[in-house]
Each structure stands twice: as C-alpha cells, then as structure tokens.
C-alpha cells in the first residue's frame, strides 16, 4: 500500500480542479436553461420545442457518427501511438493521421446535414399537424442548418480533450463547456429583452438565436486551440485513411458504435412522441437536465475514482477484490443518491418554480416539468448502477456486454413508451425511461455478479435498503414541512426548498446513525475532493 501513495498524491489536484469545473458547469448549464426558460418558455408556444429539437439534433448526430468512439476509445488509440512510436515524429504522423480523418468525418457529415435538414426535421415533427405543422418544420428545418456545424465543433472539441487528456491535462474539459453555457445566456436574455412575445419570428430575431446558439459551441471548441498548440506532440497535415492508427480505432469501434445507435433510436422514439404534446420536447429535455444533476455533479467523482482500481484488479485477476469494490463503491453511490432522490421527488416542483418561473414561462410549465422531473428521479440510483457495472465491464475489457445488456434497457423502454405516453403523456415517457434503467441495471447487476463472484450479496442489499428507509422518512420530513409553508409569494417557493432540505438532512443522517448506516463517510471524502472512495482494494 506504501507503494501507492506516491501515484495518488499528484491525482489530488487535478482532482479537486475537475470537480470545481464540473460544478461551475452545472452550474452555469442551470443558468442557461433557466435563461432558455425566460426567453422562450416550455409550453407557452411551439417555438421553446423547435428550438430544443433542431438544436439537441446535432448532439444525436454527433454521438451516432464518432460521439461515443472518440469518448470511449480515442484516448486509448492515442495513448497507445505515443507510447508505441520510435520517436517523437512518427508520434506525431500517427496521432495527426487520425486526428485529420476524424475531422473530414466530421466535415462531411456536417454539409450533409445541412442537405438533409427538412427531411430530418420532417422526421422529427411530423406529429404536429396543419399550419402549425408546416411553420415549425420549416422553422426547425431553418435552426439546425444554422446548428448542423455544432457536429463539427463537438468533434473538434472531444479531440482536443481527447489530446489533453492523454497528455495528463484535466482541467479545460471540465471548465470550457462554461463558456459555451456564458455565451448562450447572453443570448437568451438579449432574445428576450429584443423579441418575447414575438410570432412569428423575424429573420434577425431567427439569426440570433440560431447562430447565437452556434457561437457558444464555436467558443467553447476555440479556447481549445491555444492549449493544444502547447502540447509537445504537434500535429500536422496528414491524410491516410489507410493509416494503422485509423484502421485500430475503427477496429476498437464496433462494439460502442453499436451501443451508441441503441440508445440514440430510443432517444429518438422518445422525442417524436414528446412532440404530440405543446410543450413536451422542451420538458422532457429540461427535467432531464435536472434528473443527471445528482449523478454529474457527486457520483460521478466516485466512479471517477474506482474505475483505475477496477481496471488494476482485472488486469491481476483479483476479481474477489473486484467484486467487493464495485458493491463498496454500489453503497457509496446508493448513500449519496437516495436521499437526493427523495429531495427531488419532494421539492421538484418548489425547485422549478424559484429557478425557472419568470419571464416567458408560466405556472403551469412549472407543473409539467416538475412532474415529469419526478418520474425521472425515481431512477437515479438504477441510472447511476447501471453506469457503475457498465464501467466495471468496460475495465474487464469487455465492451460486448454492455452492448447487449444496452439492447435490453432501451428494448425495454421503447416497449413501454408508447402505451406510457398514452396513459400519462411526458410523464409516462420519463416513467418508461426509469423502468428501463431498473429492469438494465438488474440485468447488469446479475451478469457482473456472475462474472465476478458476487458483489458483497446480502452486505450490499441489507446496506442499501436501510439506505431506502433512511431516505423515505426524509422524503416524509421534508412533506411535511413544505406543506406547512403555504403563504402567497415569491419568497414561498425558496423557503419550501431551503427547509426541506434543512430538515430531511437531519431526519437522514439521524436515521442512518440510528441504524447503523455504513459508508457516511463519503459525504466527508467528497467535501474534501478525495473521490468518495478510499484505501484498499479489498476495504
């Protein structure tokens, strides 16, 4: 263990940098769509659905096309070159040769989606019937031939922290999708100082917020280019599809290609059947920014801290090391994630309206939101499982299995979205979102166990259900003392929120010391930028 400490210590800094610049981009997301939400509203109109969809299309583009390859494997691919290469130059042929024929990807996948638009945008609307059929295809058709350069600039930008990353640099990732966040707001509230209300839109009302959107990615892909330039590794001009490194990223890429086009058609169901719904597309898309706020901004660091772990103890075959630190880092994740579901199904709807209910977005946006944000939260703790046994695989070097355990949890949610969405609309799609992400991480969950000969067993379920009680009389706590606040005001929204949290905080950490909770100590790791996760292997 002694011979450790010296590899951790350096990793505390840059630790502690990404976590800062991880909340500083929650943060400034929150602010964007709060500022989407005063510009153009949820539900008040067409226009906040168009907007959303046009512009959430160049990310599903981009994951389908090299999204999830550039993430998954093309860190590795480079790691690999550098250190394989007789020198410095042959380094820098090898790594330029791939970077340059992932941009021409990238390049000619976005000039045909500027050539594909209306049929895309057809595909996307085509539930919206009549006049108003025809005004938002052709007003999304017009936004995301403004937007289709964002698959470029996201490439640029996954390569570039691809580059840093391999070259041990960790904090622009984290920090430049703030200035992308800082630019948009600018732009909503330039927007809706100049054009609320205003229908139809302008062209100049149209090209602010199509390339304003657009410069914000552009910015965010920009500020790359200083940093990369001073990596010792200089890129040139090289074109060779052929090249060796080419040929073993698209060998490496099969398996996640896959897994990436599984989840972007159930994506894509989801988002035709929102769109029977004024308002729909726009709250799925903003209660789902704030279904992944628990795990982006606490969990993450924990998985961030056991898959190096992970992958050590598969690579020395010590899966019964293994085992006990995937069903340690389960509970830690379950300690950190079960009561902050318990707040967000509680103070969902206080929540959404103190940050979003003002200028364009009405009282009864603030209710389709919090609803649907609730059906989302009831699966963090299965989203956040499901991650953590994907990554566990991923460290085995297998990328097999998680592409068929992938077939079964979005399988699952497309079966139910359709008869979900009839029952209950939008909150039925979230609902059917969360069963997919339970019946997944179960099914994850038993394959693991099986490879890895159990995951602590009944330590782990014992642990965790006493976790679930802890976080329920929470839930009540917090109930109760929301329900008692009910003067009129602005003031009463925040004061449910900041008392419910107060007190369910409380009720938690006393039931959790009165049972015996393990694993609290985490809340301590985290607040120290430790990672949630210490000591052994076998801990």
């Not at 966040?181 to 100049?194: C, D, H, P």
């Not at 009720?507 to 996760?533: N, P, Q, T």
């Amino acid at each position: 263990m002694m011979q450790e400490q010296p590899e951790t210590k350096p990793l505390a800094r840059p630790a502690i940098v990404m976590a800062i610049g991880t909340v500083l981009s929650r943060a400034t997301g929150l602010g964007r769509i709060a500022a989407m939400a005063y510009a153009i509203g949820v539900a008040e109109s067409r226009l906040a659905d168009t907007y959303n969809i046009a512009n959430t299309l160049p990310n599903v583009i981009y994951e389908l096309v090299l999204g999830g390859v550039l993430t998954a494997v093309f860190i590795p691919v480079v790691v690999d070159q550098i250190k394989s290469a007789k020198s410095q130059g042959d380094a820098a042929r090898d790594v330029s040769a791939l970077v340059m024929a992932t941009l021409i990807v990238l390049a000619v996948v976005s000039l045909l989606a500027v050539i594909a638009a209306p049929w895309l945008m057809r595909l996307f609307t085509f539930r919206v019937g009549g006049e108003l059929g025809v005004a938002q295809q052709e007003l999304a058709t017009f936004f995301f031939r403004v937007f289709a350069a964002q698959i470029f600039l996201y490439g640029y930008s996954a390569i570039a922290d691809g580059l840093l990353n391999a070259h041990d640099r960790f904090a622009l990732p984290m920090f430049a999708p703030i200035l992308n966040n800082v630019v948009v707001i600018g732009i909503f509230i330039a927007f809706g100082q100049m054009y609320k209300g205003e229908t139809p839109l302008s062209s100049g009302a149209k090209w602010l917020l199509g390339a304003g959107t657009t410069a914000g990615v552009a910015a965010m892909a920009a500020i790359h280019w200083p940093f990369v330039r001073r990596l010792p590794l200089k890129l040139k001009w090289v074109v060779d599809f052929k090249h060796e490194a080419v040929r073993k990223l698209t060998r490496l890429s099969g398996w996640t290609i896959g897994y990436v086009v599984v989840n972007q058609i159930g994506f894509g169901v989801a988002l035709v059947l929102a769109n029977g719904v004024q308002g729909g597309p726009t709250a799925y898309f903003v209660a789902f920014a704030f279904f992944q706020l628990p795990y982006g901004v606490v969990a993450v660091s924990i998985m961030t801290a056991l898959v190096p772990t992970l992958a050590r103890l598969s690579l020395d075959e010590d899966f019964a090391s293994f085992s006990l630190r995937v069903g340690r880092g389960l509970r830690a994740t379950a300690v950190i994630l079960l009561p902050m579901t318990a707040a967000t199904i509680v103070l969902a709807l206080p929540g959404i309206e103190f940050l979003l209910q003002r200028g364009v977005m009405s009282a009864s946006s603030s209710v389709l939101v919090a609803r649907v944000l609730q059906m989302f939260a009831i699966g963090i703790l299965p989203f956040a499982a499901w991650v953590l046994f994907l990554r566990a695989f991923y460290a085995m070097q297998d990328s097999r299995t998680p592409f068929m355990l992938n077939l079964i949890e979005v399988g699952t949610t497309i079966v139910l979205d359709i008869p979900f969405f009839w029952l209950w609309k939008i909150e039925g799609l979230a609902l059917a979102h969360t069963c997919g992400y339970v019946i997944g991480s179960v099914a994850a969950g038993i394959a693991l166990s099986r490879r890895t000969k159990g995951l602590g067993g009944r330590h782990t379920t014992a642990q965790i259900f006493r976790v679930f009680v802890a976080s329920v009389a929470a839930g009540l706590a917090m109930w109760g003392i929301s329900s008692v606040i009910s003067f009129s005001g602005w003031m009463r929204a925040p004061a449910q929120v900041v008392a419910g949290l107060v007190v369910g905080a409380a009720v938690f950490f006393a039931a959790a010391k009165a049972m015996r909770i393990e694993d609290l100590s985490v809340y301590r790791r985290l607040l120290r930028g430790g990672g949630g996760l210490g000591g052994g292997a076998g801990e």
